[in-house]
Every structure is written in structure tokens, then in C-alpha cells.
């Protein structure tokens, strides 16, 4: 394809290594995917062989949904916390682990706990902070009633629950970003730091200007992923208060869910996705091409 | 003199740092290991106790006598997460090879698409991956998980970044050995992968055991369900009101886990330091 007379060798073996992986990305990914782009311009029930074709009466419902506006400030809420507070205390707690927890056995019980949560299933994480956050009978609640103050409807109140969801999902998915970091930051060069201590610089300073740019390129990394993960929060939603405040819509995918698994409107719940889909996009396209305008050091590696 | 007292007050404060993450962390899996040796009445009473008076393995008796409920969940999920991570390695090794070192066609094109399904929220695909799965005749068994668990973007990912550290003279060396681009795969490369190998077990063993969302669709018999979300009906599956049983329920669910971390936990760590994740 390139130049002319150098004729470019190819390893045509290679469609051989790609084809069973690729296989299963079409059928259960591609596939369904294009196929559910397609429904949004479906009225369809999830069970009929009939569908109706309504052209984009399903999005200008979208647009008319002032429940929509409310899911959106909701996953915006809650993605803006979560993924700041995975990814910032992630960082900090590693490098405060890295640079101030002195011996081996610190270091691993500070690692232990705060990795354990991650391995442990999500939904027994949800059911035992259900256990707690309930109002009755739930340790936070007992907690405040020793220390004379007044229950909270940790997950009754309509005020409360979604905060009480974000304390799960830090809980739950610190841990990750915490070692990710961890490990990028012990990978980089001792060097550096006995320079910069020869030099006099403080260990904020030394975090400031060594650490944090030679892990830029993991940063990134955990930006994108808490933050696909973060926008598309289903499951404590889903097992916490399923059904319990009637047709309030929490966040995003939640809607979706309920869209096509509740009321089977199957066209409505294929725009919500196509939402979600564009908006990860934009910001995965966006957070993977900020730093890299901004920063324009050897240091960032692509 | 001065200069001693500030770092022992340093020291202090990093040990007081320390005691108050490990409480936070810690905190819930300690009250779920002890409400499951509480009684009823105890875990009921309006003033918390923060350890049992008396120890009750009632909640444990209680998952044991009906051991064939928990046991079929505990089973199922056994069986896709072992059986998954071994063939999404299997499945996806070769391809990251390919996408990392040998030159065809659409490659990067392929390699975009891949990592774009990231993007695609699962609760996407599952309205049509749900028909499919039942034109299979897989609805309510667990080999629905296998086929659907088997490719995973990020596990792609890490291994592709992986074998684009490895150095090109050990297939240059391998070509001069009168190795082709299989054999040196085989022969050079996938031995040399172990560690990333390791790491994706682990993730992906620790991913399938927690799933969620793809069993609660595709499995509504109690006999087909995996943990997750047999632990969401366990109460009613067992007849009971008692919350101390779920507690045992949790706790029992979360020791396979454990086992596997602590095991490999260096294994992990090691693994993800040499894949070196970054964008």
C-alpha cells in the first residue's frame, strides 16, 4: 500500500490469531450493539414479533422528558464525586503508602485492606452496606442514636440515597486506583527523588513536580476507566432500591434498565443508550487528548 | 532534641492516618463477619453491639441445612469462573499478539473497535444478547455466562500493551531459528507471558465471581443462579427472616475470593508493574 517498490511483508497468519476473538466480539457486541441503534426507531415491547417503525418520535420523546434532565444532573452528580474521589484519594493514598508507611508489614496491611474491598463481589458489598444503612436496625443509625443524634433514611430519603450510593462505589472501587498507582509510582526512578532531596525539596514539592508527571499517563488511564465505570453505575442502584421510589429515575443506565425491562418500551431505552454511548465517547475522546495537548513533556508516553 | 519530637509526632500522625483508613476499609467486612455470629435478637437490638455476647453459628446451621441451595450457587459460580478466565486467555492471547506485533490489514481498525466496545454500555447489548441466548436454548444455565464472558476489551488491552514491551529481537531470533509467525507465538512469545497471564486470570476470576448484571437477566431459575445474585434471593430461597444468615451467606461468599488474593497478591502486583498500564 505504501511505498511502490519496497513491497510491505505481511503477516496474513494474523487474521487466524484475530478471528476467534473477533468472532465473539461480533456476535455479542457489534452485532447487538448496531442492531439496538437500530430499535431506537422501533416502538417495540421486547415481546411481539411485530415492531412498529416511528422514525425519531422516540428521541423528540427524549427531549420532551423533564424526568431526563433530572437522570442527567443525577449520573453527572455522581459520576463528578466518584471518579474525583477514586482517582484523588487513589493517588494521594498511594503515594502517601509509597512515600510515608515505613516497613514491610505497614505497607501490606495498608494495601490489604484498602485492595480487599475490590475482590470482594459487588453485590455482597451493596447487601452488607444495605444491612447498615438500615434505618432500623443498621449500625449507622445505632451509631447516631448513642451519640444522641437522629436517624438518617440512609436510603429512604430521596435527599440521601444517592449519596449513600457514592460512599458504596469509593468503597468499592478505591482500591484499584490505589494500587494501579501504587505500583506506577514505586516504578519511578529512585534517582529523582535523591536529587530532589539533595536539592532541598519538600515532599509535597517532590510529589508535585516528580511524581505526578512521571504517572501522567496511568492518571489518564484511571480517569478513563472511573469514569466509563462511574457514568454506567447500575448495580448497587439496581440491588439497593429497586422499586423503591416508584418511577424516580437515578442515573442513566438505571433508566434504561427500567425502560426496557419494566415498561418494555424498547425504542425509548435504545435512545437512552445511544446517550450514554455518545456522552462516554465525547469524554473518552476528550480526557485521552486534553493531556496530551496540554503536557508536552518526554515524560508522557502515548 | 526539637528535631526528635517532630518526628516522632510525624511518625505519630502517619500511624494515626494509617488506623483510621484501615477502620474505614476494614469496617464493613468486620460487621458482616460479626453479624454472622450474632443471634437474631442481638443483631435486632436497638444499641449496637460491636462484638457477639455469645457466639451463634445459627445463621451457618441454617445455609448447611439446606446446603443444596447455597451449594448449587457456590457451584455455578465455581464453575464460570474457572472456566471463563481460561478461555478468555485462551481467546484473546493470540489476538493481542496480533494486534500488538504482526502487520495485516485493518489491524488498527480491529484493535479501535475492540477497545471502542469499552464504550458500549452492557446494559446495551443485553436486550439483543438476551434473544440470542434464547434462540441457543441457554436461558437459565450458566454456559450463557461462558459464551458472553469470553471476549473482554480490557483484558485485550492489557495484553496487547504487554507484548508491545516485549523486545523484537526475540522473534528475529526465533525467524533465524526457522520459526514462523505461529511457532514463534507458541514457542517464544506465550511462554514469556506468564505474567500477564496470571494477572488476567486473577482480574478475570475476581470479575466473573462478583458479575452481577448479565446472571440477573439471563438466570431466573433458582438452580441455575451464581452467587451475586443468588445472595439477592438467598432469604426467601432459604425461608428465613433471619438477617444473620444472609451475613453467613456473604461472608462464606467472599473467602474464595480472599483465598485467591492473598495467594496471588504478588503475582498481581508484579504483573501490573511489568504491564506498565498507562495511556
Not at chain 1, 147 to 167: Q, R, Y
Not at chain 2, 46 to 56: D, I, K, L, N, Y
Not at chain 2, 69 to 79: H, K, M, T
Not at chain 2, 217 to 243: E, F, Y
Request: net charge positive; aromatic share 14%; glycine share 6%.
Amino acid at each position: 500500500m505504501a511505498a511502490p517498490k519496497k513491497r510491505k511483508r505481511y503477516d496474513n497468519i494474523g487474521y487466524l490469531f484475530v478471528l476467534p476473538a473477533f468472532l465473539f466480539f461480533a456476535a455479542f457486541v457489534l452485532v447487538p450493539a448496531v442492531l439496538t441503534f437500530r430499535l431506537a426507531f422501533y416502538d417495540w415491547d421486547l415481546l411481539s414479533p411485530n415492531m412498529e417503525f416511528v422514525g425519531f418520535d422516540n428521541f423528540v420523546k427524549l427531549f420532551r422528558d423533564e424526568q431526563f434532565t433530572t437522570v442527567l444532573g443525577n449520573t453527572a452528580y455522581f459520576t463528578v464525586i466518584t471518579v474525583l474521589a477514586k482517582v484523588g484519594l487513589g493517588v494521594l493514598l498511594a503515594n502517601f503508602v509509597a512515600t510515608r508507611v515505613k516497613g514491610k508489614v505497614g505497607q501490606f496491611i495498608m494495601e490489604s485492606s484498602l485492595f480487599m474491598p475490590i475482590v470482594i463481589p459487588m453485590s455482597v458489598v451493596v447487601l452488607v452496606f444495605n444491612k447498615m444503612y438500615d434505618t432500623e436496625f443498621g449500625i449507622l443509625n445505632g451509631i447516631l442514636r448513642l451519640v444522641g443524634i437522629d436517624p438518617v433514611g440512609w436510603l429512604s430519603d430521596p435527599d440521601v440515597v444517592l449519596n449513600s450510593i457514592i460512599v458504596v462505589d469509593i468503597f468499592k472501587g478505591i482500591g484499584f486506583f490505589f494500587l494501579i498507582s501504587l505500583v506506577a509510582i514505586r516504578n519511578v526512578p529512585k534517582a529523582y527523588f535523591e536529587a530532589a532531596e539533595i536539592d532541598g525539596a519538600s515532599k509535597p514539592r517532590q510529589f508535585w513536580s516528580i511524581t505526578l508527571p512521571q504517572i501522567g499517563g496511568t492518571i489518564v488511564f484511571l480517569f478513563i476507566t472511573a469514569f466509563i465505570s462511574s457514568f454506567q453505575i447500575f448495580d448497587p442502584i439496581y440491588i439497593m432500591i429497586n422499586g423503591m421510589f416508584g418511577d424516580t429515575k437515578i442515573t442513566i443506565s438505571y433508566m434504561l434498565w427500567q425502560q426496557a425491562f419494566f415498561y418494555r418500551d424498547v425504542g425509548y431505552a435504545s435512545v437512552v443508550s445511544i446517550v450514554i454511548f455518545l456522552i462516554v465517547m465525547a469524554m473518552t475522546l476528550l480526557q485521552f487528548l486534553l493531556p496530551k495537548v496540554l503536557v508536552e513533556g518526554d515524560a508522557y508516553e502515548a | 532534641m526539637k528535631r526528635k519530637v517532630l518526628h516522632y509526632a510525624g511518625r505519630t500522625v502517619v500511624v494515626l492516618v494509617c488506623i483510621v483508613i484501615c477502620t474505614l476499609m476494614l469496617f464493613p467486612l468486620y460487621y458482616m463477619l460479626m453479624s454472622s455470629f450474632k443471634t437474631m435478637e442481638e443483631y435486632m437490638q436497638a444499641v449496637p453491639t460491636f462484638f457477639p455476647h455469645a457466639f451463634s453459628f445459627k445463621g451457618y446451621s441454617a445455609i448447611f441445612e439446606k446446603i443444596d441451595v447455597f451449594g448449587g450457587f457456590f457451584g455455578n459460580s465455581i464453575y464460570v469462573s474457572v472456566l471463563v478466565p481460561i478461555l478468555q486467555t485462551a481467546v484473546c492471547l493470540p489476538a493481542a499478539y496480533a494486534l500488538a506485533r504482526l502487520r495485516f490489514r485493518f489491524r488498527n481498525l480491529i484493535f479501535v473497535l475492540f477497545l471502542s466496545s469499552m464504550m458500549i454500555p452492557g446494559q446495551l447489548t443485553i436486550i439483543q444478547n438476551y434473544n440470542t441466548i434464547a434462540k441457543l436454548g441457554l436461558l437459565n444455565n450458566v454456559n450463557s455466562l461462558v459464551l458472553l464472558g469470553i471476549f473482554s476489551p480490557l483484558c485485550l488491552y492489557l495484553m496487547k500493551q504487554f507484548f508491545s514491551t516485549l523486545p523484537r529481537e526475540l522473534e528475529e531470533a526465533g525467524k533465524i531459528d526457522g520459526c514462523n509467525a505461529l511457532q514463534n507465538f507458541l514457542y517464544v512469545v506465550a511462554p514469556l507471558s506468564a505474567p500477564i497471564i496470571a494477572v488476567n486470570l486473577i482480574l478475570c476470576f475476581n470479575g466473573v465471581w462478583g458479575d452481577f448484571f448479565t446472571p440477573m437477566i439471563m438466570l431466573k431459575t433458582q438452580r441455575s443462579m451464581t452467587l451475586p445474585v443468588g445472595l439477592t434471593v438467598i432469604m426467601g430461597a432459604l425461608r428465613t427472616q433471619d438477617p444473620t444468615v444472609l451475613m453467613a451467606a456473604l461472608t462464606m461468599t467472599c473467602i474464595p475470593v480472599l483465598i485467591v488474593f492473598f495467594v496471588f497478591r504478588n503475582k498481581l502486583i508484579a504483573g501490573i508493574a511489568v504491564t506498565g498500564i498507562k495511556m
